[in-house]
Each structure stands twice: as C-alpha cells, then as structure tokens.
C-alpha cells in the first residue's frame, strides 16, 4: 500500500475539476497553440455557455489524439457543443443516436450495388465526419459498440478486406446517462479503455443556467447563429500541425517515472478490483503534454499531470466489492492514492 507523504499535490488539484494550469511561462514555440486554445474557447463560448471541464477536456482528448466518454444527464447542451466545435475549429460533425436496434452497418456504412455499373461500392455510415457524437452509446448492444472499436483505434474502417480510413482531426464523443439503467448494456472494459478521458458534466450554475435562458430562448435558427456568430478560427491542416506540435512537449525522465508509480499503484491498491493498463500512463503522458502546450509551455509538469488523473483513470479502474458496499467511490480513492504518491521536486 502507498503511503501518505508531505510532498503531495493541494486537495483543490485532485477534486476532479479539470482546469488550465495558471502556472505558466510561455514558450515562444507553443504561444501558437495557447493562442489558439483561447481563441477556440472565446468563440464556443458565444454559444455554448459554462462546462469549461468538458471544453478543456474535450480540446485536450483532440489535441492528444483521444476519445471522449461523456456522463450526464440529458438536456446540458452536448449536440450544441459539438456543433458549435466543428463551425469553430472548421471541421465536419455528425451525431449517431445509439438505440436497441442499431447494427454495426448503420455506423460503418456497407456496400450498396450500384445497377449503372453492376457492382459493388461502398456507401460511408455516419463514422465517416471529423467529430461524431455517440449519444447514449450503452443503449447498443455489444456487438454495435465493437464497431467503434477499430475506428477509435485504428481511425479506419475495414468492409470487405478494404480499410476505408476517417478524416483526420478524429474526435469521438460518446455519451451515456448515469440515471437511466432500464435498456443499457454496460460498455466492455475494451471499449472503455479506449476513451482517454471520462468527464462528468453536472448541471449549470444559477448564473450560467440564467445566460442560457436568455441565449436559446428566442427560437431563432441554430444554423443561422453558428453562421453569424461563431468564427472559424482554424482548419483542419493547422489542428494537424498543433496536434504535431503538442507532442513536442518535452517529460523529464523523473516526470515519467511519477506517472508510472502512478498507473502501477491502481495494481495493488486495496479498494480496487481492476487497475490501469500501460494504455493509461500513454494516455496521461500525451494529455500532460497538451496541457503544457495550452498553457504555453514547451515542458510538462506534475501539476499537468495531477489535473488530468482523474478524468484518465476513473473509468479504467474498477472498486472491489466490499468497496461498493462501503459507499466509496473511484474518485475518492483514486484522490486518496495521489496523496500517497510523492511528487518529483525537479
């Protein structure tokens, strides 16, 4: 078992509020990607009020290569932020509403015989965007979600023995409704794993929930709005280029070898049934680069690191029985483990 020790990160950095880093000395090689973080945030703002841990969360999965898994009640705006994402960043969105009866075809696409040529040709599903929304995606049966598997991984789809691979930027954000159990299938640990982050979207606060009524309440065209208002600050070439560029960030050997202790701890701590995979200690190195380089930093730190712990780990690691019954939580224990774990000085 870890024990507790001095050096640890402030309670305030292990709450599971995902925050940008206000200890920042700017780089001028990454003052482009802190630039640009800002500017995309400033213009989703103008239509997508407050939930800044999903807009930082959201941003940091794209720029680090990874996937979102999504938990929240129905109604906190999700379709709008991804639409609202796609006009800003200039890249293509699309959204799959996953139900009972959706089959892997109607997410990959399938051949369809073309009578003109008398043959075969592939028709693309709805995987094939830039941003895709999986709204309530354990509401699909197993095999539905195993069709996003190799997309997530791979970002390609294989029909027929031909791979068709998806646009790049890639961005999957998949949802699903902590309160609703009745026609839910849990997600395979496989398909968990593959999300980088799981972010937990609460309600609004009174303030912010009072901007949205006088934001949306005028029934006037989304499509219009996000035309007018909301700029295009970037393409999809230069996301690529930020993307390259994020992974720059350089990780001090000491600074990887905490992350490590970290992703082993989950192995053999008490409360859990199931730790992370090496996949986790990838996840929080490319997520801890992509903080740095939004706060215009060309080097990582454990403060990046201690931020983005628990939206990387909570999902990727499973409470034993006894702790259930407890009443604990991933969080709670997941915060408990980091204050055990020393924080490197230099």
Known sequence: MVKKLSNTPPESQIDGTLVPNPKTVTSEKFAPVKELYEEIAGEIGKL???QQELILGSLTALFAGGHVLIESVPG?????????????L?????????????MPSDITGAPVYDMQKSEFRFRPG???????????INRSPAKTHAALLEIMQEFRVTIDGTSHEVPK????????????????????????????????????????EIKILKLH????DLNQRLLTEVNTVTSP????????????????????????????????????????????????????RVLAAFSGRDFATPDDVVDI????????????????????????????????????RD
């Open 48 to 50: 997508f009020v407050g």
């Open 76 to 88: 906190l705006g999700k379709t709008l932020f991804v639409r609202t994402l796609g006009r800003v």
């Open 90 to 102: 200039g890249c293509e969105c699309g959204r799959i509403q996953f139900t009972a009866d959706l």
């Open 126 to 136: 709805p995987v094939f965007t830039q941003f895709l929304l999986a709204d309530e």
């Open 169 to 208: 930027p890639f961005l999957v954000m998949a949802t699903q409704n902590p309160l609703e159990s009745e026609g839910t299938y849990n997600l395979p640990e496989a398909q968990l794993d593959r999300f980088m982050f799981l972010l937990k979207v609460e309600y609004p606060s009174a303030s912010e």
């Open 217 to 220: 309440s005028q029934q006037v």
């Open 237 to 288: 070439t230069q996301l690529l280029e930020m993307i390259d560029l994020c992974s720059q960030v350089r990780m001090e050997d000491s600074l990887i070898d905490y992350i490590n202790r970290i992703v082993r701890a989950t192995r053999t701590w008490p409360a859990f049934h199931i730790g992370a995979s090496p996949r986790a200690g990838l996840a929080l190195m490319q997520s801890a």
């Open 309 to 344: 712990t628990l939206p990387t780990l909570r999902h990727r690691i499973q409470l034993t029985a006894e702790a259930e019954i407890e009443g604990r939580s991933n969080d709670e224990e997941l915060g408990e483990l980091l204050r055990g774990i020393e924080v490197p």
